[in-house]
């Protein structure tokens, strides 16, 4: 069960709400990750989730969620990055008061330290600007800054355009894609295991994790106020190269999972898939697709993030701030 808590700054007091008053529609408009029913499906994976609220002149100035597990809070706690929605026309001391808060409830609940990881700045420019400076103007301290890439399409214009801004190496392994007879495909999602197993020996030979399992990304398929699209590359019949992407907002879609089997790589059907998903998100209407990070607890993954940039993406940066009390 998800707890509703309400900290006050006037009386400087913390309340433990069973029904909180609290009107969503007042504030900015939560992404995926931070929506009721995100937490309320992910709450088996942490001690105890809160919905943080702060009040001030008894009125809400905004609202977050945390995992609260071994003296811990964290935002996220299953997920690759949290924000505060505070209200959608907020005055920047709104975000001071409410860091501040967050501060004061943890001191009344015990709790020895906080870590919240914001999301690159593409999730909104002015909002993940005022609480970067402001968790720093309140004692926080820089844990770790990731670099994070994104596709920029609201300059895209088709295929045949950005094959030809592209550096010689992307066209070249595009037409050599064609050439092997691969062929892209965007499948059904409740056939999204075609894509997921891809991926799971993807990443068994790369060394990387797959922190989502199988079960977890069919319970995700299930609630319905995601969006998830998963698409495959075939070589005669046999999906070699995948992608797992989530409609995270209204503009913003990010790469949870891609990748190729090894066996194949020289045939380039990573340079096919990518090529191919940008072309169907611009179709789609998306402003920006988020590729994720090329970095681990603040070091840089150089053939991660050369690949990102060979193919087009920006450079951002998730910052990781901490406090320990």
Known sequence: MIKDYIFDVDKNELYNEETCSLSISDFIHPNFYDKFEFHDYHQKFTDEVVRLAVRSNDKFIGYCYFGIKDNECKAPYSAPFSL???KKSFKINDACLFINGIKNFAVKKGIKNIKFTLPPEIYGFELVSVLSATFFSEGFK???IELNNSFDLSNYEGIEMYLKESPHKVRKNYRKALKNELEFEQIEIYDFEKAYDVIKINREQMGYPL????????DLVNINILGIRSFIV???EEPIAAALIFDVTEEVSQVVYWGDIIEYRN????DLLTTEIFNVYKKLGKKYLDIGPSSEDGTINGGLAEFKKSIGCNSNIKIVFEYEI
């Open 211 to 218: 922190k989502i399992s199988k079960k977890q990304m069919e």
């Open 84 to 86: 505060i929605h505070l």
């Open 234 to 236: 075939k070589k005669s």
């Open 142 to 144: 820089v844990k770790s």
């Open 267 to 270: 045939e380039r059907p990573m």
